[in-house]
């Protein structure tokens, strides 16, 4: 409990900070047209974050991105905050009480309860030590590296020392003030942040059925236990829609004047998306066809140019000057190749190919949005709807690989939700035809359609509810399974956690005797998803300036000799591997086994002629 709760601590610490930061920007922008105090404070910690990221960056750029640079950042946001907090419970005050909410049915309360049970593997999942493939291969160490030095640089031992990397920038800042599990926990503020934005957008354009649905939805969907970055990106995209809609609502000849800043505010968001994932470009085609539909300004075009670039402009023209291509490696047909190959580049997409399969079957239902009724009464829940059409159809066209989808997934939840009432209501028109009650048929019909039809309608939809809530009750039952799960890899102590990794991590034992031990350079094989416990650097990987394939034709003296040249001192790599270069002519001549433990071997290089 203690651990848990100094980690949670620290996240609260950092989310008044956030909050401060960010309520402090908000404050200047016009009210948005529907206020609504929860979404708006969610709105301010995003915003916050991002303002965060990009003064982390800037003082990374310098050279000065220091812990007690960091810390003075994190005490000045929580002083921002305390400052203006009287303010906001005063706001918050004033809206409640020009508030009348209806009362809570009984199967809204039920889902409530439901929703909250679904929310348990997600509060305790971060608190497991990292050993998640990508968090292991580069976004945990390139976070390190930046943590240590306190700049930002080019780590070509990393599989992907070109990416914009601005929400591991938040990893880094968390790794100088704590240890590696606060990361996870920045991955999960993401998810929970999203959460209440979903919870509020459907409380505002639909109703509190569809609100717990969808949240439960994206709740199920997320994965709280890791330090990668699509959690992230997806609240950014999430943020950038309400900033958006908020901005559309706002439009001269509506009853709120003034939003320019929300479409200010809705690039930025975007841009510090776009400097977190490449995959976020893809939205701005979107966004773009919707914007010019309402606003052909210059003015206003320019405004929401310098606001997207502002957070990620950095890392496009650093890679533009250094290499040619501001998308490196992705961009390497058009710009030219680097450190890749062509035969790397073909290699890393028949990866995604492999992986590509069906998302998750939650969030099908999307298709059928369109036949509600809150499809037909609500402008917002079809814009939803557009978004998500979009996303599906330029997924289906890129990669099918769901984990690139993942930006899309909270509004795909929403819209999903909206789905799933539609086919409850077609299942309870189909139950009551069933059970003969045929002055009730109109209702299934009128659920489905929209043509709701007074006391058969309401009818049709009370049972729909019900089946709902079994939904929920379903996710909360697997959920709470998953909670046991998740408690299972807490690992408090040191020796728990050594056993939990030593586990989960595929040549943990080696790496870690290397980090403890190792006097030069290491080279890895086929251990990549297990670097980030290894000596810091270590280089290695099926791609890039390190490929195995340059070292793979060598004789054992050959490829002493090439390593020795290269500064190495040893060599790490599973059993499954051994025979590969244990059958090179002379290996055992200039190879010797240091350490073997877990299904690894640690070589040491023995002296060669030159």
């Not at 800042?173 to 590696?180: K, S, V």
């Not at 709902?468 to 807490?490: C, E, S, Y």
């Amino acid at each position: 409990m203690i651990f848990a709760a100094a980690h949670y601590a620290a996240l609260a610490v950092f989310i008044t900070s956030s909050w401060g930061f960010g309520r402090a920007l908000l404050g200047r922008l016009a009210p948005p047209p529907r206020r609504d105090a929860w979404l708006e404070a969610a709105m301010a910690v995003a915003l916050g974050m991002g303002l965060f990221i990009c003064a982390f960056q800037a003082l990374a750029i310098f050279g000065a991105f220091r812990p007690g640079a960091t810390l003075a950042l994190v005490l000045a946001g929580v002083a921002a905050a305390a400052i203006q907090l009287p303010g906001w419970l005063r706001e918050r005050r004033a809206m409640r009480s020009g508030e009348a909410a209806a009362p809570w049915t009984r199967y809204e309360r039920i889902a409530a309860i439901a929703l909250a049970l679904v929310a348990l593997p997600a509060l305790v999942a971060p608190l497991a030590p990292p050993f998640a493939f990508d968090e292991l291969m580069y976004h945990l160490p390139y976070a390190r590296q930046v943590a240590q030095q306190g700049t930002l640089g080019i780590h070509d031992w990393l599989r992907y020392p070109w990416f914009p990397y601005n929400y591991n920038l938040l990893y880094a800042a968390a790794l100088q003030l704590g240890d590696d599990v606060l990361p996870h926990f920045l991955n999960a503020l993401a998810g929970a942040l999203s959460v209440v934005m979903l919870y509020r957008l459907g409380m505002q354009h639909a109703n509190r059925l569809t609100a717990c649905i969808g949240a439960a939805i994206w709740l199920g969907l997320g994965d709280y236990s890791n330090a990668l970055i699509d959690m992230g990106v997806a609240l950014f995209v999430l943020s950038a829609c309400v900033a958006l809609w908020w901005w559309r609502e706002s439009q001269p000849g509506r009853p709120v004047h003034g939003g320019m800043r929300w479409l200010g505010l809705a690039a930025f968001f975007l841009g510090v998306a776009a400097g977190s994932k490449y995959q976020a470009l893809v939205f701005m085609p979107l966004v773009a066809l919707f914007v010019v539909r309402q606003e052909r300004s210059p003015k206003a075009w320019a405004l929401a140019l310098v606001c997207f670039l502002l957070p990620c402009i950095y890392w496009y023209a650093r890679n533009f000057v250094m290499t040619g291509d501001p998308f490196n490696p992705i961009g390497a047909r058009v710009f030219g190749f680097t450190e890749w190959t062509p035969a790397d580049y073909v290699q890393q997409v028949a990866d995604v190919r492999v992986h590509a399969e069906m998302p998750n079957a939650l969030i099908w239902s999307f298709f059928l949005a369109p036949f509600g009724v809150l499809w037909k009464r609500s402008a917002a829940v079809r814009a939803a709807g557009w978004f998500c059409l979009y996303s599906v159809a330029v997924w289906v066209v890129t990669s099918r690989y769901p984990r690139y989808l993942m930006a899309s997934f909270p509004l795909l939840a929403l819209v999903s939700a909206v789905g799933w009432q539609v086919l409850f209501g077609w299942i309870s028109s189909g139950l009551r035809r069933l059970f003969g009650r045929k002055d009730e048929r109109e209702a299934g019909a009128a659920v489905a359609t929209g043509a709701m039809s007074r006391d058969t309608a309401r009818a049709g939809a009370r049972m729909g509810d019900w089946v709902a809530v079994l939904l929920l009750a379903v996710l909360a039952a697997v959920a709470v399974r998953q909670t046991a799960v998740k408690v299972g890899m807490i690992s408090v102590t040191p020796e728990t956690r050594e056993a939990f990794l030593r586990k989960h991590v595929p040549g943990y034992a080696a790496m870690d005797y290397l980090r403890r031990n190792a006097t030069g350079r290491v080279y890895q094989v086929a251990l990549n998803e297990a670097i980030y416990y290894g000596p810091n650097p270590i280089w290695g990987d099926t791609l890039g300036p390190w490929r195995y394939t340059d070292f793979g034709k060598l004789s054992g003296g050959d490829l002493a000799r090439k390593l020795t040249g290269l500064g190495f001192v040893a060599v790490v790599l599973p059993d499954s591997v051994v025979p590969v270069f244990s059958a090179r002519v002379d290996f055992d001549k200039y190879f010797a086994v240091q350490f073997e433990q877990d299904g690894s071997r640690v070589y040491r290089i023995l002296p060669v002629a030159p």
